[in-house]
């Protein structure tokens, strides 16, 4: 099936344009904003109501010559009222610079061609993530929600005290969620672990991915930390509180009650029974179904949540470990993450997040994906071999089971969007597994493949909620059976998904909220700060495009009349850079960290 599809799209890339649309003409250029790597392949997309020119030409942003001429070759699929597409190779410009694509009568924003594009650009996304802090809030020089939390569940007598103060906001509501967060600090973790100079067999004056320009609390100022380091132990030391015992673990800070409009943080309203402003709920995770009014999860273990716990705890082990300052920190980490490993073995299935007055909840129905990432990991810190079997077991449990290749899922059913397990398993297995764990990635990414040939834009994933961290993991997953083989033939793909997110999609917009600096991105995203503070923050990445019927089927969503946007929607999909959608333009602190990943993957190989 792989050499069909490559056969197929390089067939259609060679097919003359039509020189007509029917309608009005006019004419779009789409390109990612931020630029492109001298030796990436370099692809944008025309698309007209009208007449495409066959030929386009890329010129110097500053003196107009002319740098790079080249035929447009038709794309595949229309889009909304565009039938006619074409894409823009200009692969063939190796020169760095600062350039403008011109193409009929239309001329694209600048962008850069360099080898240091994505240099910082991990780094700044760290700036959304410190602005989602619960407790001491760095961009809002203010402590919030001290009164985290009081129980409900577990072993303890319904409302009693435990302090789960820390952590992040979810997203642009003011909720915690271990099944996010544990996902976000192993995957900001794994971004250090893979691009510091160390892990790269490089001395440390070639310089590291992640800068020091801000100290443990997140305010300005180095404290000989990597930032990166500083948010993931965040997040640690909130995982450690939802942890108060061996055999204990609470998941999820507060519920929808939330939802009672924007409030800065440090101005709480909600009431949960002790008084507006003050304790929130924190749930245990007992493995059963839950949920204290009508709306009940389906709970059956609490095996996702403890693999993707025990892998954010030996990361940070094999981070810390060997510091002389921290090594008491680290034992403290693993020890953790053993016990609540073994948690998850004793209660194999999903802990899903819990609702309270409306039907939508985090809806996970896989498990097998986080013990193998959690045992990978614990083997990798402790060298004990019963890791690695329960590793392996899980690994061919969890197989390539995504939502990969599928229209329709569940809301984070398949989440993580991607098994880091496979990639941290493939170093220490034998040659057979090998070949099985490059295979599940393989699978996944050629059916993403099948479906990227669909549209013009070459984008493989299902236009669900939260559709944006599909893409992020699809060219994460990329990277990693990059890594893992040395096959290069999925590198194009890859660059199509992160040109997607960086504006070349059907509204040219970007979907990190203020970045790059200068360009399209979102302006009145679904964000408390954006809503009461009119302050943009750097760095947030949007939930994304849905299917149109997404979202005219969730509750309490619209847009402001009338659309900017509008004729570039789709029933295929729809984007709406409005604070009233919340489906499609609410940054989340999950999908942000994974896109740290997977520029730090990028913007390591431009150092190498």
């Not at 080898?115 to 650009?121: D, I, P, S």
């Not at 510091?323 to 980490?333: D, G, I, K, N, T």
């Not at 490993?341 to 899903?352: S, T």
Request: proline fraction near 5%; include cysteine.
């Amino acid at each position: 099936m792989r050499r069909t599809v490559l056969a197929a799209l390089t067939l259609l890339s060679l097919l003359p344009l039509p020189l007509r649309a029917q309608g009005e003409t006019k004419l779009y250029v789409r390109v990612n904003q931020l630029g492109y790597r001298v030796g990436d392949a370099k692809v944008a997309v025309a698309f007209s109501t009208g007449e495409l020119p066959e030929k386009f030409q890329v010129v110097d942003a500053g003196d107009k010559r002319v740098a790079f001429e080249g035929a447009a070759r038709r794309a595949a699929g229309g889009w909304g009222r565009f039938a006619a597409h074409a894409e823009l190779d200009f692969t063939g410009l190796r020169r760095a610079g600062r350039y403008r694509l011109r193409v009929g009568g239309a001329e694209s924003a600048s962008f850069e061609v360099g080898t240091g594009v994505y240099a910082g650009l991990a780094d700044e996304l760290l700036e959304f993530m410190r602005q989602q802090r619960c407790g001491y809030n760095p961009f809002l020089d203010a402590v919030c929600h001290p009164f985290d939390g009081r129980t409900a569940y577990g072993p303890e007598a319904p409302g009693t005290y435990l302090d789960a103060t820390g952590g992040w906001h979810d997203a642009g509501d003011q909720l915690k969620y271990l099944l996010t967060s544990s996902n976000a600090t192993a995957q900001m973790l794994l971004a250090y672990v893979l691009t510091s100079p160390a892990a790269r067999g490089r001395s440390r004056k070639s310089g590291a991915v992640f800068k020091d320009g801000f100290d443990g609390r997140g305010r300005p100022g180095a404290n000989g930390t990597p930032d990166v380091l500083d948010e993931a132990r965040w997040g640690l030391e909130w995982m450690l509180k939802l942890h108060p015992a061996p055999g204990g673990l609470y998941h999820q800070v507060a519920d929808d009650r939330d939802h009672v409009g924007f409030r800065l943080p440090q101005n709480e309203t909600a009431d949960y029974g002790w008084g507006k402003g003050s304790y929130r709920v924190v749930y245990f995770a007992d493995g059963a179904p839950q949920g204290l009014r009508q709306f009940k999860s389906r709970s059956d273990g609490v095996a996702n949540l403890a693999g993707r716990y025990a892998a954010a705890m030996a990361l940070g082990y094999q981070v810390w470990k060997d510091s002389p300052r921290e090594r008491a920190y680290a034992q403290r980490l693993l020890r953790a993450g053993v016990e609540v490993y073994e948690l998850g073995r004793a209660k194999e299935g999903v802990q899903q997040g819990n609702s309270y007055g409306a039907p939508y909840r985090y809806e996970e129905t896989t498990w097998a994906d986080d013990m193998e990432w959690g045992a990978a990991e614990l083997y990798r810190a402790t060298g004990e071999r019963r890791y690695l079997r329960d590793a392996e077991r899980y690994a061919r449990l969890a197989a390539s089971e995504s939502w990969m290749g599928k229209e329709q899922t569940g809301h984070y059913q398949f989440y993580p969007f991607m098994n880091v397990g496979h990639f941290r398993l493939y170093d220490p297995a034998d040659r057979r597994l090998r070949a099985e764990l490059a295979g599940y990635y393989r699978e996944g990414i050629e059916r993403c493949l099948t479906a990227g040939s669909k549209n013009p834009y070459g984008v493989g994933v299902p236009f669900i909620w939260c559709s944006n961290n599909l893409v992020a993991a699809l060219a994460t997953q990329c990277l990693l059976y990059e890594r893992m083989t040395g096959d290069r033939r999925f590198r194009r793909f890859a660059a199509a998904q992160g040109d997607w997110l960086l504006g070349r999609n059907p509204w040219g917009v970007s979907m990190f909220t203020g970045l790059p600096a200068g360009g399209v991105s979102p302006k009145d995203p679904h964000l408390f700060t954006n809503a009461l503070l009119k302050r943009e923050v750097r760095g947030g990445l949007v939930d994304g495009p849905v299917y149109r019927r997404i979202f005219q089927s969730l509750k309490g969503v619209g847009i402001t009349e009338p659309d900017p946007l509008a004729p570039f929607q789709d029933e295929r999909a729809v984007y709406h850079d409005d604070i009233k959608d919340y489906s499609t333009n609410e940054p989340t602190m999950d999908g942000t960290a994974s896109a740290i990943l997977l520029w730090a993957l990028l913007g390591g190989e431009s150092r190498q």
